[in-house]
Structure formats: structure tokens, C-alpha cells
């Protein structure tokens, strides 16, 4: 057990030596399967080429972000401060917590780029590692983990605004700084003047990255800018897609064997590309809903199924109501019902570029009110572990109540014996809108002088572990005053399949049971000075539920700012572990 390891560490040097050893951490992290975070596919981070420090930093990270999250009121173990070099707009954390994606500028706003940050580099912690520039500001970030022509590489999918060249003036717009909506795409703000989107997709080896994070070089130093000169250009341009209608909800995949880049072209249509030479792209518009027909149904989200050759959409509209014959005076306005579906449409023909409208394989109608910024999860982001566990659920978040309250719907994977046989055959997860589940209602508030503040709460969805943070409901600035962050589980007491499956596993490994807290929501227990610092405002938020990190970055500054939920094991900038018990250099072999 982990605790029976730890407590005979501390025993003596030659004790301290031989629970070092990286045999021990290696079958710790079998042992645990799905709980260990997402690695990098590349040959650095293969089991034979893994060090002992790295598996016992998953280990422990797996054990102790498990053993906080459920707790009522789950703490940071730590905060740390770093210097990003550039102005964080927005960003996104591969799964695993090895990478971060960033869309950066300077503190002016007049250059844009993206920027590949290493977060567990031994000797600065937290790296740029490789910068593009982008013509704007890169919106709609998506970044994965897949190999392109037998590359590892991360693939990252963006969308940039730009103004017809037709309508540029002296007076125009910069489109990199309007905002055209907030998070609902039935109340959309028009633009002052007509824009053309732009979506792209960069890949960026992880052979590059590896090299560039190479610990024998010490990162800003001489060294380490000739050795990076001396590469050729890390991003490589995979393919692009313009569009006068508005372009959003970038989603990257594998379908047949081919990687994709789908995306929705407002209102109904959904766009995919081929990210091959050839660049095939299919489009289809996404039917109706018979009840409101009649009526425009714009896309609000959607997630690409690629291994079921399947897209999971979200869409809504406002469902006629006939106003009152005497309304009252000075009364709260009519706020119209919200008819929303959601639905599992086929993916097209590859090169079909109109392939038509599609009819959705199955959908399920529901009715709200106020209803926005619906966020669905993604279940492939998981290590492959086979058919020998259970596949996580897809969980689809939305606000109502004029933000002031989560709905939280859950579709969970079909049971390998009522799923099609293709899927029993394979063993491959198999999601069906049969499985859906809805009716789970979260209300977040916050004492403030003696009184509650009423909030709008966002959500960074997990498959296990999703992210609440709440801001007041008057702020719809793009500098967000978060009240606090709140951790959401997916049933209470943890006593679904998945939650179940995920916690046995982990005990294989564990002498003691940690109690699992009542509620699904628990909110943390921070610091004073890091809710002033995050009532203060922020900027960009990202959320790894693999390590359990929180990055945000604040305005006007290029720091980049670390919540970590998961206590981990320290090493010296020469590999030596924390604390060092004594000068040894058989210490560095370990």
C-alpha cells in the first residue's frame, strides 16, 4: 500500500533509497488504471523510458486530488505564481496537465500568438516552449493529443474574427476585441459591420516538444535559444476554413481512420473538414424539431463521437407564448419558454460538401426557461484502458434562471451487453440519447457583508470532476469577479457506476477508505488573500481534473496564476529528490 511505502521511507537511508525505486511507482500506477492522468503518447512518457520521480508524482497526484475533491469542502495544497511572458486571453490544458495551449498578446493588444507551455519542466516549472503568430485573437480553443501520419503531435483547432476587406475604414471595429454574444446564441449581438471567420487547425510534434524540454537545457539561457534556432518551425498548418456566417464549437477528431475538424456554421449547418492534403469538406443542416418547425433552431453546442462515427448536438429556440391579455404595469418581463434538443446526428460522406439536411438518429425534447451556455464534456479525453473498465459518462451543463442556477443532464455509456455488436465486438464506448438523464439542479450563492450574492455560474465540464465558478450577475464584463470555485462530483456519496469504479480502483492501492461528502457540489475552502485575488478579476480560467490544477490568468498583466487540489512530490533542478537526506550522487540513479 502507498501509506505502508511512505511511512517506511521515513525510516532510514537505506529505506529512504530503495521506495525511490521506480519498479514500486510502476505497478502502483497499474494498479490504479483509469485514475492515473492522461500521459503525452510520446516516447518520453512510455512506461520504459518513465523515471521513478514522474510515477510517483502521478501516483500520489492521483491519490490526493481524489482524496480532496470529495471532501465537503475541498482545500488548495498550493498556489504558484508564474511568469507567462505574454498576456493570457484565454486556454486550455491537454488532458494530463503535461501541456497548455494559450491564446496570448501583448499587453497593448496589438500582437497575437499561440503559445505551447510545458507545465512540470524540471527546472523553471512552467515553460514556453513554442509561439505562433495569429493574424487576431484566437477564440474557441481545442486542443488534442493525435497522431498525425504515425507523429504523436498535438492538434489545436482555433477560430479568428477578421472584417471583409469590402467594409474596412479608418473607423472600424477591431474584431479581436468584440464581444458578439454572451453565451447565447438566441440572443445574438449583430455585428456593427459584416466579419469573416476563419477556423484553422496546427499541429505541433511532441518530438519538437520534448526536445525543446529537454532538462539538460537550462530554458532562457543562450543554450537554449541556438538549440531552438537550430530546429525546424514546430507548427505545422494542417488546414483552414472561411466562412461569412459565424463559425464556433471547434471539435477535432479521428473518423475512419482520418482526422477532422468539425465545427458549427451558425445557424443549423455542420461543417467537417478532412485535415489531409486532399481537404475534403462535407456540410449538412441539421433538421428541425417537428413541434417548432417553423421556427430557426440554432446550434448551441456539440461533440464529436468519433468512435462511433457520430455527432452529439445541442440546440434551442424560443417556443411561441401569447402574451397576457392585461399584463401588469411595471410587472417582470415575459420571459418566452425555451424549447431545447438534444440529438445524435450521422457524420457525412467524406468531400459530400452539401450533403443536405440530416435527420437527427434520435433526439429527446425539454422545455426551460432563460436557458444558456450549454457545455458538454468529452469522453475520449481518458487514457485507453481497454474493455476492462467502465467508460466515463458525457455530461452536458446549462445555466437558467438568468444564470442563477446549473442543470446538469448525464448520458452514460451503453452496457456492453444491450449495445450494438460492432461496439460489443470492440469493446469501443457506445452513447445513446436512450441513456439520457436530466433533472440535476445546482444553486450556488455566496455571503457578502451579511448578505448573499446572486450569482451566474460557468462550468469547465470534467468526466469525473467538473469545475463551478460563480460571478456576480450584474458583471458581463469580459474581466470576471469570481466569488469562488466550487467541485462538482457526478452523484451523491459517489454512488454511481462510474464514480464506483473509479474509487475501487484506487483503493487497490490505499490502506484507508477517505469518506465521501453528501453533496454533489462542494465548495472550496480558499485562502483570503486568493478570493481577493480572484474577486479582483480574471481574465482566462482553465481546469485539468486529471492533476487537479486550476490556471487563470488576471488583466493587465502576464503572470500565469496555480490553484493545485493535489499535494506532489518535489525534486532539485538536478533530479535529486525533496527532502535530501544526503549528498549522494547515487541519489541522481534513482
Known amino acids: 500500500m502507498v501509506e505502508d511505502i511512505l511511512s517506511l521511507r521515513i525510516v532510514n537511508k537505506l529505506f529512504y533509497n530503495l521506495t525511490h525505486h521506480g519498479i514500486i511507482w510502476k505497478r502502483f500506477l497499474q494498479r490504479i488504471g483509469p485514475n492515473v492522468p492522461v500521459l503525452p503518447p510520446s516516447l518520453q512518457y512510455s512506461p520504459r523510458l518513465l523515471t521513478s520521480f514522474e510515477a510517483e508524482r502521478l501516483v500520489i497526484r492521483a491519490i490526493t486530488v481524489h482524496k480532496n475533491w470529495i471532501l465537503p469542502n475541498p482545500s488548495a495544497a498550493s498556489y504558484l505564481p508564474t511568469e507567462a511572458h505574454r498576456h493570457i486571453l484565454s486556454m486550455v490544458v491537454l488532458p494530463g496537465g503535461k501541456y497548455l495551449v494559450a491564446s496570448a498578446c501583448n499587453l497593448a493588444k496589438t500582437h497575437y500568438s499561440l503559445v505551447v507551455y510545458v507545465l512540470d519542466h524540471r527546472i523553471r516549472g512552467i515553460v514556453p516552449l513554442a509561439e505562433t503568430p495569429v493574424r487576431g485573437k484566437a477564440y474557441n480553443i481545442c486542443a488534442k493529443y493525435m497522431n498525425v501520419e504515425g507523429t504523436p503531435s498535438i492538434l489545436i483547432g482555433y477560430i479568428r474574427r477578421k472584417t471583409l476587406k469590402s467594409h474596412q475604414t479608418t473607423n472600424s471595429i477591431d474584431p479581436s476585441i468584440y464581444n458578439p454574444y454572451l453565451n447565447n446564441p438566441r440572443y445574438q449581438i449583430d455585428a456593427p459591420t459584416p466579419l469573416e471567420y476563419i477556423a484553422t487547425c496546427l499541429q505541433i510534434s511532441l518530438n519538437a516538444l520534448d526536445a525543446l524540454g529537454n532538462p539538460n537545457l537550462v530554458p532562457g539561457s543562450q543554450e537554449f535559444f541556438d538549440f531552438a534556432a537550430s530546429q525546424p518551425p514546430p507548427f505545422r498548418l494542417l488546414g483552414h476554413l472561411r466562412s461569412d456566417s459565424e463559425l464556433r464549437n471547434i471539435d477535432l477528431g479521428e473518423v475512419d481512420g482520418v482526422l477532422n475538424m468539425v465545427l458549427a456554421k451558425m445557424p443549423e449547418t455542420i461543417v467537417m473538414k478532412e485535415l489531409t492534403s486532399d481537404g475534403h469538406i462535407s456540410t449538412f443542416k441539421c433538421a428541425r424539431e417537428v413541434t417548432f418547425s417553423q421556427q430557426e433552431q440554432p446550434i448551441c453546442s456539440l461533440r464529436l463521437l468519433p468512435l462511433q462515427g457520430q455527432i452529439l448536438v445541442v440546440r434551442s429556440t424560443n417556443r411561441p407564448q401569447l402574451a397576457p391579455a392585461n399584463p401588469t404595469p411595471g410587472g417582470p418581463p415575459i420571459i418566452p419558454d425555451v424549447m431545447f434538443t438534444v440529438a445524435m446526428f450521422p457524420t457525412p460522406e467524406p468531400g459530400d460538401g452539401e450533403a443536405g439536411e440530416f435527420k437527427p438518429l434520435s433526439i429527446a425534447s425539454f422545455y426551460g426557461k432563460d436557458i444558456e451556455d450549454f457545455q458538454i464534456s468529452d469522453p475520449h479525453v481518458l487514457n485507453d484502458r481497454g474493455s476492462d473498465f467502465l467508460p466515463p459518462p458525457i455530461n452536458i451543463f446549462y445555466r437558467n434562471e438568468s444564470g442563477g442556477r446549473i442543470c446538469h443532464m448525464i448520458i452514460s455509456p451503453t452496457p456492453r451487453e444491450r449495445a450494438p455488436e460492432a461496439f460489443r465486438s470492440t469493446g469501443k464506448p457506445h452513447y445513446a440519447i436512450a441513456n439520457l438523464k436530466s433533472n440535476m439542479m445546482h444553486r450556488l450563492s455566496f455571503k457578502n457583508d451579511e ?123 538536478h533530479g535529486q529528490r525533496y527532502p535530501v537526506p544526503l549528498e549522494d550522487e547515487r541519489m541522481l540513479d534513482l
Open 451 to 573: 448578505s448573499r450574492t446572486i450569482c451566474r455560474t460557468f462550468v469547465i465540464p470534467g468526466c469525473l470532476r467538473s469545475l463551478f465558478y460563480s460571478v456576480p450577475r450584474d458583471n458581463r464584463s469580459d474581466t470576471l469577479s469570481i466569488r469562488n470555485f466550487s467541485g462538482h462530483v457526478l452523484s451523491k456519496r459517489g454512488d454511481d457506476a462510474y464514480s464506483i469504479m473509479r474509487r475501487e480502483t484506487l483503493q487497490n492501492v490505499l490502506r484507508n477508505v477517505p469518506k465521501h461528502r453528501e453533496n454533489m457540489l462542494g465548495q472550496f475552502n480558499l485562502p483570503p488573500y486568493i478570493l481577493d485575488h480572484i474577486r479582483g478579476g480574471v481574465t482566462a480560467i482553465a481546469w485539468d481534473e486529471g492533476t487537479g490544477r486550476i490556471f487563470y490568468s488576471k488583466p493587465h498583466e502576464t503572470m500565469l496564476h496555480i490553484l493545485d487540489m493535489a499535494a506532489t512530490p518535489l525534486e532539485t533542478i
